[in-house]
């Protein structure tokens, strides 16, 4: 093996964004939405299972052992996505995301090399995204999570170009990674909220980055989406039939929808091989990335199992495992 075993989805837990929140008016707002959006079943379990998993969301120490014992040499660390906070006003939102780009980058310190971290933008307040951003960029985060929408704007609001412009210029990663679904209530059981609301997300978010141009705009962006995009990769031939055959499906992109996956990055956690090698095939084996959704219960504990449960090639199998992170991450 010639590069290291790269997991580019994998989380933190910042108390300290946390109490920065805590008591605030809109926060129980929030969460009561939370709350109607998974319902009493899921909520029953979450709050134990995160728990239980504090000192592997927390502990720099406990990180590694899990990681060694994975075989996972990198791991590019995200916050937690319940710390978006995107209700939060542009001064609380500034505060929380500077907090959360410092804490992660400490995170990160306590094992150089072995772990790298991406920062939080507040996306509800585009202009405060873009200094986030470079406050993140600053700190030698590689770039920033964002979920697939803010309150009132998709990813294909202009308001974002200014976000898109300075991502492009810094080379930053942009991780794509959903927390909570707007279809609320309809999927409050079962936990649907997650096993349907995730992938669907995903799906949105993505078409609206091709289809309103964002991705003619701006290809060099680095955006890479959390659980293999969701759906679209498997359903992308449905958005290649509306682009041809509807001009309003067709007027804001130049290429076929398919065209686009080749300039994205996919995880691989999508918990099904015969699934995890039509990503590769409609995306390109070298957009692919390994993926464990580290340490949660909907992520794996087997990542490299998992991809080599897909069966593919050497050169393909090695690309996905670490070959393909490992040359996103490099700095120029």
């Known amino acids: 093996m010639t590069s290291p075993t790269v997991d580019v989805h994998a989380h933190v837990l910042l108390p300290e964004v946390e109490a920065l929140v805590a008591g605030h008016p809109r926060l129980a707002e929030a969460r009561a939405l939370d709350a109607r959006r998974n319902g009493p079943a899921a909520l029953a379990v979450n709050g134990p299972m995160v728990s239980e998993r504090i000192p592997r969301l927390t502990d720099v120490a406990v990180r590694l052992a899990a990681m060694d014992a994975q075989g996972v040499d990198v791991q590019l660390v995200s916050p937690s996505p319940s710390h978006y906070h995107y209700w939060a006003d542009e001064e609380t939102a500034e505060k929380l995301s500077s907090l959360a780009n410092e804490a992660t980058a400490a995170h990160c310190g306590g094992a150089p090399g072995r772990l790298h971290g991406l920062g939080l933008v507040p996306l509800q307040h585009p202009r405060s995204a873009v200094r986030a951003l470079e406050h993140a960029m600053g700190l030698g985060l590689s770039g920033v ?103 309003d499906a067709g007027a804001g992109c130049s290429r076929p929808p398919s065209s686009y996956l080749k300039r994205l990055y996919f995880d691989s956690l999508v918990h099904d091989p015969h699934t995890l090698r039509e990503l590769i095939r409609v995306a390109g084996p070298d957009r692919v990335l390994l993926g464990s959704d580290y340490p949660f219960d909907m992520g794996t504990e087997d990542p490299v199992g998992a991809l080599r449960a897909a069966r593919l090639s050497d050169a393909d199998f090695h690309a996905v495992r670490g070959g393909n992170a490992a040359a996103l991450l490099r700095k120029d």
Not at 163 to 170: D, H
Not at 197 to 203: H, L, V
């Open 145 to 247: 999570e964002i979920s697939s929408h803010a309150p009132g704007r998709d990813l294909s609001d202009p308001a974002y170009e200014p976000l898109w412009t300075r991502a492009e210029e810094t080379g930053a990663i942009l991780f794509l990674h959903p927390f909570g679904c707007t279809l609320d209530e309809r999927l409050d059981r079962w936990y649907l909220s997650n096993t349907v609301g995730q992938p669907t997300e995903n799906a949105v978010a993505l078409s609206h980055l091709i289809f309103s141009g964002v991705l003619d705009r701006h290809p060099e962006l680095k955006i890479v989406a959390a659980h293999g995009g969701g759906y679209l990769p498997t359903h992308i031939g449905r958005s290649d039939h509306a682009w041809q055959t509807r001009s």
